[in-house]
């Protein structure tokens, strides 16, 4: 169950710091437990980013894609398992035109997992990643996390590629 | 109808709308009536068309926004509805030419031809949605969206026409001219002054 604790753990308002830091203005989303968490704090800090939940992840980049057209600064939040949801619009949209949309992860299938079904996909992430051609970095302890998002955001928004941020399960269920 | 004529019908009455054109036939029709620079030809992300001009509509408000979607692009993101029904901007149209078929990749009959409703699918999601299938009641349907304050969906039935002709290739320059008629000019794509 999706049961938010009055104060967030500690990496999630650092996340949110480091988006809005980069001028991030509409957060689209496909929720997940650890994210959860992202968008209470956005919705009680940060109450001038927009919030869309989308259905599905290439619906989400998709409307991401089109933010950014429109003049907004876009990220996306889902699920790792999402990105075998939307490979082909990350490729022959964001990377093809040159649309610059920052995805936050929550993992599944990386160290910690319990579930079978999700370690596969969980593998695949990196290597996926690395075939698209969207650079990725993962977040470690809550410390790094404002700079991390930062410095990734600022390079999409910059050299107009997405990237992508990752929260390993040993981060959000710590 | 066909989708050339049809095309031809929208693209005399735009102003300064923003257009998003799903990927193949739809974008080559649009460029042969009348390429312009808020033109946004799609040339991958099948299925994406009204999940971008829905991001368009979302970051400017001030600006009409038209997606182009086919039948079968439409079927791949059915959810985009939902989410459109959920948002619900005043500022975007979704017209989706349905010819039954996948026309651009062989003309492959989709769902539709099968007796699918697109046109009931999005009133399910809260749509203001009309199906159409003559010239004159595309004419009304255009007028009403105009007055609409909720997002709308306009399905119109057309037959399907061989475009002759295809939109620029170039997807950095399609976005680049996209945003600047547009008013979103990239930061930097210009150069900065000494």
Redesign the interface.
Known sequence: MAVSPASPPAWAPRVCAGLAAANVR?I?YVPDNPLSHLLDVLAREYPQV?R?????E??A????????????R?AVLMQSSGLGNCA??V???LA????PVVFVMSMRGDPGEWNAAQVPMGRAIRPLLDALGVPFASIDAAEEAESTVRAMCDTAF?V?FPAAVLLPRRLTTA | MTRREATGRLVARLRDH?V?ASLGHPAYDLFLAGDRPAN?Y???????????????????PD?PVVALDGDGSLLM?L??L??IG??SPANLLVVVWDNEQYGTTGGQPTATSLGADLAAAARAMGLDATAVTTAEQFDRALDRADESRRATVIVAKVEESIPGGRPPLD??F??QR??AA???C?P?TRGAGA
């Open positions: 509409h689209v927009h869309t939940l989308a259905t599905r290439e619906e980049v998709g409307i991401a894609a089109g933010l950014y057209l429109g003049g907004v876009p082909n619009a490729a022959s949209l093809a035109y040159q649309i910059s107009r | 923003a998003v946004f799609t040339w991958g992300s099948m299925g994406l068309t009204s999940s971008i001009a829905l991001g368009i509509a979302l970051a400017r600006c993101n959810g985009s939902a989410t959920a948002c997807c950095v399609i976005k996209f945003m547009i008013g979103a990239e930097g």
